[in-house]
RNA sequence: GGGGAUAUCGUCUAGAGGUUAGGACGAGGGAUUUUCAGUCCUUAAACCGGGGUUCGAUUCCCCGUAUCCCUACCA
């Protein structure tokens, strides 16, 4: 039987990376074994803050992001839709139904007021909590549904809840961690289905993966402990039990599921943020994962979809490294095509209003003509420059921003670049030297710049890096940036001479040090 | 309170009944360059505790401890 699997998040938000994580398991698993990835939206919980609406579009973006699409899920559609369960409720129902047939459920009248008053008297008592099963007993059902009649005047709502039985054990046999034995007597009689109609995860779960073929179920550890439950709805419904298997939990750095206090958890802000997919697929995998005795951690997808296994999991919890992302990020920064980096860039740029937005689609041809020669190619000389330094890509505006920004000195310069360097005693007839050197050079090559800047320290008799350091914050503002040449080449003809005459003049009588 | 799971450098992890317990991030040092980044070399850094089993356990078993997860008409 080929392997089915599936992402099943639910809209209450922005994804969670953890969740990712899983659906990247879930895909390289389908993708290794040649099976089905398919993807389900469990959107049974319709309270406001748990069902968001723009929260499906944030799944269904990160999945494009990663390039992990579903072979069938509620974009496309697939033969064992719909692949949204608000949209198969009957489906819940009916086996709901069956179960209140055979006596493995039951209605539960109870209201949510003597719910909380049974867990409060449990917690005072420092008893286990749970469900009492006072329904359970059909007299006392009989009786909490008449009583609730008359006081209500009509027919009243009710849930369907499972009926655990009382005695034995139920063993769920998870991949990586064996059999998990628990005992049936101390498990809540879950409610299945709930008094609006809906299904809970415990139903619906297991009659999706059911219906849908599931061979693989992969979810995280916190469902582990509710695992009794899960299993038995399989057992009372007559289904076989998928192979399942828990991932361990990410969590932060205290060790807690990582959650919006340890730092970004929304998979939308990794992305926001420029982190790449691969590298987001690299660290994720790694995180829970590893290839064994490989002594290697950077594994391009292709590598990963040979390599992974369910067995490779491990079983304890991740905390989550935002440094190592980012040094895997800065590495496959490196390693892109600079058509790339500039492409994904560019946005950042154009956000931070270093560079406007291009014309529209009916500007006139020379206003579009302009823009790509004044401002395209520019940025396509710039962006190259810094790529090596990137660690993420909203890095990108502070890296190349004095390449764009109007540099008028004093304005824009880092003090302290400029008291390092500018004070230099020498460094009026360098900028002078500079200014006709540069300006009277035939080809505006790097080559060329660093020939004409060499000469000008042989002729001032200052080494060589005492005429790059003052050069670069005269024309850069800062004291760190690509090499120098390449700087200046980028910058052009016309900055460099423009920024280097107004240092000259600015600095003719010392350093105006407005700071 | 109850239940479940887990335990190797600070972090992610590899590992085998006998190893110098390996790699990576991060940290320290050095080299290189024109600053930064990168690259290369290098140093420090770990088997939770106690019992067993065994010639020998960090590895297998038990107990303890610690941590996490669950304990909803949430997933």
């Known amino acids: 039987m080929s392997v089915r699997v599936r992402y099943a998040p639910s809209p209450t938000g922005s994804p969670h990376v953890g969740n990712l994580r899983t659906a990247i398991y879930d895909w390289l698993l389908a993708r290794k074994e040649g099976g089905q990835f398919l993807a389900r939206l469990e959107d049974t919980d319709r309270s406001p803050e748990r069902y968001v609406p723009e929260g499906i579009y944030d799944i269904e973006s990160s999945l494009r992001f990663l390039g992990i699409l579903p072979d069938e899920w509620w974009v496309t559609g697939g033969p064992v839709g719909p692949y949204v369960q608000s949209e198969r409720l009957p489906l819940y129902q009916e086996q709901a139904e069956r179960l209140l047939a055979s006596g493995q459920a039951y209605r539960c009248y ?63 046999h998870d991949l990586i961690r064996g059999d998990v034995t628990f005992e049936n007597a101390l498990q809540d009689d879950q409610v299945l289905l709930k008094s609006d109609g809906y299904p809970t995860y415990f139903l619906a779960c297991p009659v999706d993966d059911h219906l849908m073929g599931i061979t693989h179920i992969l979810r995280g550890d916190d469902w582990l402990s509710s695992g009794a439950k899960f299993t038995h709805v399989f057992k009372a419904l007559g289904f076989a039990m998928p192979t399942i298997v828990h991932p361990p939990l990410i969590v932060g750095a205290d060790k807690k599921k990582l959650s919006k206090r340890h730092g970004a958890t929304q998979f939308t802000w990794f992305i926001e943020q420029g982190y790449l997919p691969e590298a987001l697929i690299n660290f994720l995998v790694l995180l829970g994962w590893s290839a064994g005795d490989e002594n290697r951690e950077l594994f391009t997808i292709p590598e990963l979809i040979a390599r992974f296994s369910l067995e490779g999991l491990s079983e304890h919890p991740a905390v989550f490294d935002y440094d190592k992302l980012k040094w895997m990020n800065g590495h496959y920064i490196r390693q892109s095509e600079p058509g790339r980096i500039i492409g994904m860039c560019l946005p950042y740029l154009r956000k931070a209003g270093l560079i406007a937005d291009a014309p529209d689609a009916n500007a006139p041809d020379a206003e579009k003509e302009a823009y790509r020669v004044g401002t395209l190619d520019y940025a396509r000389r710039v962006i190259p420059l810094e790529q090596g330094r990137m660690k993420t890509l909203a890095e990108v505006t502070e890296l190349v921003g004095f390449f764009f920004e109007e540099l008028d000195y004093p304005h824009g310069y880092e003090e302290k670049a400029v008291a390092k360097w500018l004070r230099a005693p020498y460094l009026q007839p360098m900028l002078r030297k500079e200014i006709e050197g540069y300006g009277a050079l035939g080809e505006w090559t790097v080559a060329g710049l660093e020939a004409v800047t060499r000469a000008v320290g042989e002729e001032l008799d200052v080494k060589f890096a005492d005429v790059i350091h003052p050069t670069r914050v005269a024309t850069t503002g800062r004291t760190v940036g690509p090499g120098l040449f390449e700087t200046l080449w980028a ?12 240092v000259l003049e600015r600095t003719a009588n010392g350093i105006e040090t407005p700071f």
């Not at 549904?145 to 809840?161: K, N, T």
């Not at 016309?494 to 107004?502: D, G, S």
Request: net charge positive; charged share 40%; glycine share 6%.
């Open 491 to 502: 910058l052009g003809r016309e900055r460099v001479l423009t920024r280097l005459q107004t």
């Open 110 to 172: 109870c209201t949510r007021e003597r719910l909380e008053a049974v867990r409060a008297m449990q917690q005072q008592n420092k008893q286990p909590t749970g469900y009492d099963r006072r329904c359970r007993d059909p007299k006392l059902r009989e009786e909490m549904r008449l009583e609730r009649l008359e006081r209500e005047g009509a027919e009243p709502s009710s849930v369907v809840r499972l009926a655990m039985p009382r005695e034995g054990v139920t063993v769920l």
